[in-house]
Structure formats: structure tokens, C-alpha cells
């Protein structure tokens, strides 16, 4: 099944701004008191470690908050599926072809999702998820604990090799982790927070969507 585009009026998607070509249709103290004076050694409290960020073993198409982010996809959407068939299982998205083999998927309070086609138009072949902070949008969150709205420091620290892929402005970075052989996880950082997130075949992130 292939999306075909119907009539529209066409918007670049631009860094950082990241408004896509749209079509009609398809449809985180207090100071502790002192122990009173003791002739017997008082056991020192026991302090419970902070809570690791969690990645959510069952993955529901409909929440976004339990999808994780790898180099083979987001979530329900892996890379090399076939593309009408992820479209489907997404029902509670709206999608819509943008231009020739970039299809966005869309939800009220969740962040956008944009598909990029294969040659082939069928197959997936890189998929990214984008939000604004003010957006306060639902969000995937990697392995590694990084959801869009993390800040830099975040991200170098969950990442302490990251590779800097690109600087597109002066406060626009492009950053990738991973490899040829097993693909990367791409972020795009605007002011000091991380607006874009994707699993691509290579270490990049589209400057636009269309065009």
C-alpha cells in the first residue's frame, strides 16, 4: 500500500524549526537533624540509590511514553518494516503523505513522528520523532534514558560518545551514536535541548523533510 499524496499546500520543514509539508487527507532538602548523643555507635542512614531511568518492556502503539529508541527503530516502527503495515497498527495517529516518500504521523499532546521510504516507497527506512519544549509533548526515550526536552548535559552524559555529527547554526548541533555496521541514533539539540531523536542507517538528521 502506498500513501499517495493528495492536494496540498507545501511547507519546508526547517531545522529548528521543524513544521513539515502537510497534506490534506490521511486522515525534579531538607537538612537532616542531628542524632541525639549516644554511647552506642549509631548506624548511619541508609540512603536508596536514585532510580535508573526505565525503558518500558511492553510496547503500546497508542502511548508514546512506552516506546524506546534503538538504532533498529521507535518503538512499534522498525526500520525495513513495511511501511503501510506500521501505519496501520498506529491507528490512533493521523498520517499524511508530506512529499514523495516522507509520510508524518501526527497526535494531539504526543510528539510527531516522521517516516522516511526506501527507494522502494514500501519499506522504512529511517524513522524520527521531534518536538518543541513548549509543545510538553509525549515522548519515546532511548536505552540510554534521553526523551526530547533533555538537555545537552544530558545527553553527553548518557552518551560520553557522541559523536558530533554537524553544527547547523549557533545553537543547532546534530549529534549520532552508534555505527555503520548497526546503524545510529541521531538528536538534533537547539538551545541546549533536544528537539529531534532517530534511528537512521547513518549518523545524520534531515535539515528538511522536503525539498
Known sequence: MRFRAAPAVCAVLM?????????????A????????????PVAAPTVPPAPAASVSAEVDPADMTTWTITTDGIGPIERGADSAEVVGELASFQAS???????????DGAAQVVLSLAED????????VSSRP??????????EGIRLGASTAELTTAYPD?????????????YAAGSDEGGWVDFVVD???????????????PKEWCG
Do not use: H, K, Y
Open 162 to 174: 557522541l559523536s558530533t555529527v554537524v553544527q547547523r547554526g549557533a545553537d543547532t548541533w546534530v
Open 191 to 205: 538551545d541546549d535541548v533536544v528537539v529531534l531523536i532517530g534511528a537512521s542507517d547513518r549518523p545524520s538528521a
Open 97 to 107: 503523505e508530506w512529499c514523495p516518500g516522507v509520510v508524518g504521523l501526527e497526535r
Open 121 to 128: 516507497g514500501v519499506q522504512i527506512s529511517n524513522v524520527w
Open 29 to 40: 532538602t531538607v537538612s537532616p537533624s542531628l542524632p541525639p548523643a549516644s554511647s552506642s
Open 15 to 27: 531545522m529548528p524549526a521543524l513544521a513539515g509539508c502537510t497534506f490534506s487527507g490521511a486522515g
Open 134 to 143: 513548549e509543545d510538553r509533548s509525549a515522548s519515546p526515550m532511548t536505552e
